[in-house]
């Protein structure tokens, strides 16, 4: 989940840096748009990865005590679920961003 907080501060950071520049250097700040867009992929990215994580290790600790509650596996499932969501809000965020950039680059 650092990593994608680290990605979603990228985009932030892009986002306001672009908005800066935007009057004075315009090359410049279509250049911070791919690297909001990548960031934001990046943190998407990131996410899916860290739900696949989390049910390889969910599963092997089935596996290793032979079963488990339904409440612990429902349990499980919620936190691995978490990642791509704060993922996701990260890609949104970035393509959002992008979207208003691009309309006041206009």
Do not use: W
């Not at 650092?2 to 950071?13: A, G, K, Q, R």
């Not at 911070?32 to 290790?57: E, R």
């Not at 092997?60 to 079963?67: C, K, L, N, S």
């Amino acid at each position: 989940m650092s990593l994608i907080l680290l990605c979603l501060l990228l985009s932030i950071y892009f986002m306001v840096k672009s908005f800066l520049i935007l009057n004075t250097d315009k090359e410049t700040s279509k250049r911070m748009l791919k690297h909001i867009g990548d960031s934001g992929t990046l943190g998407l990215a990131l996410g899916v990865l860290g739900a696949f994580i989390g049910l390889i290790t969910a599963f092997d600790v089935i596996e290793a005590t032979g079963g488990a509650a339904p409440s612990i596996i429902a349990g499980g499932l919620k936190v691995a679920i978490l990642s791509p969501i704060f993922g996701l809000f990260t890609f949104s965020f970035a393509k959002l961003s992008i979207m208003v950039l691009r309309l006041i680059q206009k």
